[in-house]
Structure formats: C-alpha cells, structure tokens
C-alpha cells in the first residue's frame, strides 16, 4: 500500500506535524525534529494530531498560520458532537483481546470510518494465551471474510513474537492504533516504540498537562530517522460516522453492499423493500446476523 503524502513527502521548511495536543495548544515537531508549543490563530488554523501545518516562531512557542491539503480525517463523537481527532493516517490497526469482550458494534464502526477515509484496516486479536481466545477468533470470521486481517498477538506473553509480525506491517506507515479499554494498546506501543515513556513525558511537559498518561491522542515515531509512526488514540466507542450519508452506510460494509445490485430498488435502503437482495442473502445466511444488526443500527442513527 503505498504511503499517504504525510510521511512519504516529508516537511519544507517552516513546516511541521501536529504530534499532540488538541484545542488550541498543540505541540508541533518542525521539518528538523524540534517540537514547539504552538497556538492556533482561529478556525482556519484549527489542527488536528497529524496535520502537517504552516508555523512561524513568535518568541518560544509559535503560532500556526495554515493546516497543508489532508490525505484524509477521521472524526471522533460524543452525544452532541462530531470532532475531528486525526488525519493523514495510512492505516487503521484496532487492537481487541479474548477478554474483555469487546463490542462488534464498536470494532464494526471503526472499520466502517477507516472505509469511508480510504484507510487499509486491520484487527490484532490480542491474548492468544487465554482459553477465551477461540470465541473471540470465531467472532471475527465475519470480518476476514470481508478481507481484513486478523493477527493472533499475545503482546504481553509472546512480545518477541507479536513483535517480529508486528514490524514489517508498521514500517513506513504512519498507523491509528484504537481498541477498547484493557485491549492492550499500550502494551502494544510499549513493546513497538522503545522510547515511548521518554515522548510522553516530552509531550506532557510541554504542554504542562502534569500527568505522565496523555488522554489525547499522540504520534510517536517507531524509529530515528522518523519515517514510521504510530498514533494512539483514546475513545474507540465514539468513532464519528454521524458526517456518512445513510445511503452509503451499505457500500462502506462490503458483505451487505455487495448484495445491493440484487436489489430491485436502487435506492433500496435494506430494510423491508420487497425484492431486497440483501435480505435474500440474510435469509441464506450469507451474511452475519450481527453484521445486519448493526448495519441497521447505524443506519438508524444516520
Ligand atoms: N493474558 C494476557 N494479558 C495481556 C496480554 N497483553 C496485555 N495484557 C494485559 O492486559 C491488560 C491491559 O493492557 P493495556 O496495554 O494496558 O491495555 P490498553 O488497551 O492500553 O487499555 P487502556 O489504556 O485502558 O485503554 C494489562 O494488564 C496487560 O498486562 C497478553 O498477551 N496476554
Ligand atoms: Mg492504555
Ligand atoms: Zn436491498
């Protein structure tokens, strides 16, 4: 797959990357690798973790004069609103585990978000040591079936392993790492990024948040020479679909959209339309009943 301009152009002079920071402080790393404390001046300079922006120094800190053309945007939600939390991201890595048990709703949602943003997905199923493992497998058939990758990981037992698989798919690539709580994300980022304490704690510091654990999201380089980048972000059950039109829900879940041409009605939402090809398919049982049902779900809400 090749890589998003974010990574593969690199940054002129008087560029930088937003590694962290939301609101209207944000910490950017210049062309050079230098990370200055920046302030945004409006709504036109509003910048999320990954935009690549225009800054210009003003004493120590700086201020960012324009956000550069986005690869893509993801959006993060709450009851009220949707926000903008990351872009020029080349791939979407979830992270589950055989416990706890994790909401197909909320892993269906993220690679419904990482479609709509043309970002490749895939699913790391961690804990492969426990015996809950295999019903965990076994839930996401559906989800290999529609061609997404699923690596069997145990990040804290076999980390050599997890590890040495990991690399090669995380090389020159800057990747959203999400998955609920306990998942083991940061034992992920732990195990990948060899200094992750040491950019926290940079990150902290300059944006004087006094606390070693940042709830926002933050970039962090794999590598030296800065061409491979994880981002880990908070939040994997607000993933924002609400800016999806309702009617391209079907087209961003392949094993639902797939049936959509059996439709007699082209503009056949799948839900009762007499003559749907999707639900034939659902009454043969090709495809998921929990894919329909959250299919429905989230149509529901768009
Ligand atoms: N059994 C087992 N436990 C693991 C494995 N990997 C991680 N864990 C444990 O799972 C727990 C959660 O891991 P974290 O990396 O903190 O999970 P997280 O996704 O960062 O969770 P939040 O920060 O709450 O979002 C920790 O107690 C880890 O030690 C594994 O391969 N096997
Ligand atoms: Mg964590
Ligand atoms: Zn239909």
Not at 196 to 218: C, N, P, Y
Request: aromatic share 6%; with cysteine.
């Amino acid at each position: 797959m090749p890589s998003s301009p974010s990574l593969a152009e690199g940054l002129a002079a008087g560029e930088g990357r937003v590694v962290s920071g939301h609101g209207r402080r944000l910490l950017v790393e210049s062309a050079e690798g230098a990370r200055v404390l920046c302030h945004t001046r409006g709504k036109k300079s509003e910048a999320v973790v990954g935009d690549r922006v225009r800054w210009q120094a003003s004493g120590d800190e700086g201020v960012i004069e324009a956000v550069l053309p986005r690869g893509n945007l993801l959006y993060r939600q709450d009851e009220w609103k949707t926000k903008a939390f990351a872009a020029n991201i080349d791939q979407l890595l979830v992270v589950v585990a055989a416990e706890p048990v994790f909401s197909e709703s909320q892993l269906a949602r993220a690679l419904i978000a990482a479609a709509d943003a043309s970002i490749a997905a895939r699913i790391a199923l961690n804990k492969r040591d426990l015996p809950t493992f295999a019903v965990a497998r076994e839930r996401l058939r559906p989800y290999e079936a529609i061609g997404i990758e699923v690596l069997e990981l145990a990040l804290k037992r076999d980390p050599g392993d997890a590890g040495a698989r990991l690399a090669p798919l995380l090389a020159g690539q800057a990747t959203l790492v999400l998955g609920p709580s306990g998942a083991g994300k940061s034992t992920l980022v732990n195990l990948m990024v060899a200094d992750a304490k040491a950019q926290i704690g940079e990150v902290s510091q300059a944006l004087r948040t006094g606390r070693h654990t940042t709830t926002a999201t933050q970039w962090y380089w794999l590598d030296a020479t800065r061409t491979s980048a994880l981002i880990d972000s908070p939040g994997f059950q607000e993933f924002g679909l609400r800016h999806i039109a309702a009617d391209r829900l079907a087209a961003l879940m392949p094993d639902i959209g797939g049936h959509a041409s059996e439709c007699r009605f082209y503009n056949c939402t799948h839900r009762h339309e007499p003559g749907c090809g999707v639900l034939a398919a659902l009454g043969r049982g090709e495809i998921a009943e929990s894919r329909y049902r959250i299919y429905r779900e989230i149509l529901e809400e768009l």
